[in-house]
């Protein structure tokens, strides 16, 4: 499996951006696609995450980013978002793409991360 992601850089405080995570070499639709990031000197952590539509395509957000962050899929595409607005400092990390799946397993394929910094 392979997943790019794009779309970081340096974000103004208050600022939007989105995320984009190109899937290939996985059957997309059976996967629960998620995002996670990493700040430097901490764990990685989960952000947001939508699980595959043949079960509902639900999606989860961690508090810290729910109710200004959207993560959305493109089935035709192989393509998972990440939405983000009013953006903070504390959202500055290395933000992964995680493939977890196929169906009701749990193998995890990751992306090699997206820097974002958020800084004026």
């Known amino acids: 499996a392979q997943l790019v992601e794009s779309g970081g850089g340096l974000v103004q405080p208050g600022g939007s951006l989105r995320l984009s995570c190109v899937v290939s070499?996985?059957?997309?639709?059976?996967?629960?696609m998620n995002w996670y990031r990493q700040a430097s000197g901490k764990e990685r952590e989960f952000v947001a995450g939508?699980?595959?539509?043949?079960?509902?395509?639900?999606?989860n957000y961690a508090e810290s980013v729910k109710g200004r962050s959207t993560i959305s899929r493109d089935n035709a595409e192989n393509t998972v978002y990440l939405e983000m607005n009013s953006l903070k400092p504390d959202d500055t990390a290395v933000y992964y793409c995680?493939?977890?799946?196929?169906?009701?397993?749990?193998?995890?394929?990751w992306g090699q991360g997206t820097q974002v910094t958020v800084s004026s």
């Open positions: 070499g996985i059957i997309f639709m059976r996967y629960d």
């Open positions: 939508i699980t595959r539509d043949e079960i509902g395509g639900m999606t």
């Open positions: 995680n493939a977890r799946g196929p169906d009701y397993f749990t193998v995890d394929y």
